[in-house]
């Protein structure tokens, strides 16, 4: 069983090599497994014990399923789309000389030599121009296009081959001899089936081509791009869809936000109003109003799923020095005292029981108290949608690195701490005290 569902991680990973692509997948799932696609721009009629998603910017999605009476509150998983990597400038290239490179910037923050030597290519998404306006279309270049080469150790003159790698001047693909005549835009207009000039706009990203695989001594560890955070992503999806909403008063919301490692501060980002918008016409539609709706946000709560890092094998001073979480020890529970996760004693006291109850392993994680940690999800949504939260994922080593590692248990206990997630149902009784119906 752990196998099997870290086999369909990896495939789901190798499936989605932007943010667009992911949610493509997602919808593709989401529509295979009977739920209907609703559009932000139309009237929505939601019906009791039915199932919608409903994307934003082809690089968010939120879906859920509506109970057969009227909710009591909302269940939400929030993760992200997105991983960090190169952006592709307007223009594509730079020139001159022997080589043809393309032009980018990183995009969030990565470990910039695990970028080279690898074999990459790129996708995203392009607007096409059209007779009534503009339509848009993903694009991947299935193949092994560019690689970042590094500097010989004869010529670096630093001991190992270490040195600074400054992106403006040593993270720039290789993508063609000086002499070529096909430049990336006719690479990109024959993969979408179009004349050039009907290009009109581009989100195109460099991605980590190498497959994930399992390994290990007894094939416990899994290496990928990507697996920050498509590991939560993933895991949540299923246990949103395998999750029994049968009997229950609760709205299940399954949330994936675009433009987390960059901040979230965009129309589709955790910041943004998008998941405030759909819990407001959820509640809408089923015939309740504004002071109902803040009924139901006071009994709801939210997973916001991001992965951790676990202690390094070789640099465990690295880590809080009682608090050392590792690979396939279970689900972590993230906690920081300026709130850049947003667990407290009621959403740690609260997920703690309903993993308790499903006998799933949980460990805790927070940096050691010198080092700044990165924010996530929960902390953000918040600031519109103010729901008791706590901050989770799984142990990984190498996190923003273009290849990743982490546990091959561990994808199975996130799937069912959530799986058990969704299937609670909370009251908010008095300030401090909440009924759990697991």
């Known amino acids: 069983m752990y196998k099997q569902t870290t086999d369909r991680l990896i495939k789901f990973i190798a499936d989605c090599p932007s943010s667009y692509h992911t949610i493509q997948t997602i919808s593709n799932q989401l529509t295979a497994s009977g739920f209907t696609e609703l559009s932000e ?24 399923k509506i109970p057969e009476e009227l909710p009591s509150g909302f269940m939400l998983s929030a993760s992200h789309s997105e991983s960090p990597c190169f952006k592709i400038k307007p223009g594509f290239t730079l020139g001159g000389g022997s080589y043809v490179r393309l032009n980018t910037e990183r995009y969030g923050g990565m470990i910039y030599s695990s970028w080279l030597d690898r074999p990459l290519s790129v996708a995203g998404r392009i607007t096409v121009d059209t007779d009534s306006g503009i339509k848009t279309q993903l694009i991947n270049i299935d193949r092994d296009l560019v690689v970042i080469p590094n500097v010989a ?90 999750s029994v909403s049968d009997n229950l008063s609760t709205v299940s919301v399954y949330c994936v936000f675009d433009n987390e490692e960059v901040g979230s501060g965009t129309k589709q980002g955790a910041r943004s109003t998008f998941l405030s918008d759909v819990l407001h016409r959820i509640a809408f539609s089923l015939g309740l109003d504004e002071s ?147």
Not at 41 to 64: C, P, Q
Not at 206 to 212: A, K, M, V
Not at 381 to 409: C, F, P, R, W
């Open 41 to 64: 721009s139309e009237n929505w009629t939601l019906s009791a014990g039915n199932k919608y998603f409903v994307t934003r910017n082809l690089s968010s999605v939120i879906a859920f």
């Open 292 to 438: 109902e709706y803040i009924k139901l946000i006071s009994s709801s709560m939210m997973l916001s799923a991001d992965n951790g890092h676990a202690v390094h094998p070789n640099s465990p001073e690295l880590s809080d020095p009682m608090i050392q979480p590792v690979i396939n020890g279970g689900v972590i529970i993230k906690y920081n005292a300026n709130q850049k996760y947003t667990t407290d004693a009621v959403s740690d006291g609260i997920f703690r029981k309903i993993c308790k109850n499903a006998d799933i392993p949980v460990q805790e994680y927070a940096n050691r108290s010198d080092l700044p940690g990165g924010s996530t999800l929960g902390n953000l949504s918040a600031e519109k949608v103010s729901v008791n939260t706590v901050d989770i994922g799984l142990a990984q080593l190498a996190m923003h690195s273009a290849y990743e590692t982490a546990g091959v248990l561990d994808t199975e206990y996130l799937k069912q701490a959530v799986k058990a997630f969704y299937s609670a149902e909370i009251y908010a009784k008095n300030s401090g005290e909440y009924i759990i119906n697991l």
């Open 153 to 242: 150790i004869h010529l670096s003159g630093k001991p190992g081959g270490g040195y600074e790698l400054k992106p403006a001047k040593d993270l720039f693909p290789l993508y063609g001899s000086g002499s070529t005549k096909t430049d990336l835009a006719d690479v990109i207009s024959a993969e979408a089936g179009i004349r050039k000039d009907r290009i009109l706009g581009t989100d195109l990203f460099l991605y980590n081509r190498n497959h994930g695989s399992t390994w290990g001594s007894e094939n416990e560890f899994f290496s990928a791009p990507r697996i920050d955070d498509l590991q939560c992503a993933f895991c949540t999806l299923e246990a949103f869809i395998e």
